[in-house]
């Protein structure tokens, strides 16, 4: 049972670029969607979340853009650079520590 | 503080072995999960822990066992391994939303 769609699978773009990786939930009590960035061979680490009282939220390079009505959330990388490559992983959940669902993931290549 | 650490980093096993995969966090987190990782698949949960003496379920429960008798520490534990089970684990822990994952533990079954 997928709750949380992510795509695309894999995604490459020129330095500079702007990759663009975008989620779709079913659950409307979900109320906390957080996106990972996880490099080869590291464990998954919180990149900006976001909570759906907000349209959008940017923290440096990285723009959670969040659409309650259509149930999607996307990232969005300004200017991306060839470390921003690793796979990128959207996530919900709903208030306090319930567990989280988490997308696919996205494997992102910013070449140079 | 190490944060969530994870033993061991590789291991292989026979087909029917036994092992048990130890996640440590320093943080003093209530809650701990067990995800695995597999290509195309994401991240899936196996079990978790709202505190110590306690475990739940998660989505991918069978073939695996779990333990928090100390509030540190998260024990995951396979009973008769089996090839399926080839997978990157990965141990979590929490105080409020955000997860604190470890390094991972490769484990491949033959």
């Known amino acids: 049972q997928q709750q949380v769609k992510q795509s695309p699978q894999s995604l490459i773009v020129q330095k500079g670029g702007i990759p663009i990786i975008n989620c779709a939930y079913e659950n409307t009590a979900f109320d906390y969607f957080p996106w990972y960035q996880q490099f080869p061979g590291k464990g998954p680490a919180l990149l900006i979340a976001i909570r759906p009282d907000v349209s959008e939220k940017k923290e440096g390079r990285f723009t959670i853009s969040f659409n309650k009505s259509a149930k999607q959330f996307s990232l969005h990388i300004m200017d991306s650079q060839p470390g921003d490559s690793a796979t990128y992983f959207c996530a919900a959940s709903i208030s306090g520590n319930t567990p989280l669902v988490f997308g696919k993931g996205t494997r992102l290549s910013v070449i140079a | 503080n190490a944060g969530v650490t994870q033993t061991p980093k590789f291991r292989v096993l026979k087909t029917g072995q036994s092992m048990t995969l130890l996640c440590a966090q320093d943080m003093n987190h209530e809650y701990m999960y067990w995800y695995r990782q597999d290509p195309g698949m994401g991240l899936r949960l196996i079990h978790y822990?709202?505190?110590?003496?306690?475990?739940a379920k998660g989505e991918v429960p069978d073939g695996y066992n779990v333990s928090r008798l100390k509030k540190q520490n998260f024990l995951l534990g396979l009973e008769s391994a089996a090839p399926s089970q080839t997978s990157v684990y990965f141990c979590a822990s929490s105080y409020s939303q955000q997860r604190y994952f470890g390094p991972g533990t490769r484990l491949t079954v033959t």
């Open positions: 822990s709202v505190g110590e003496g306690t475990t």
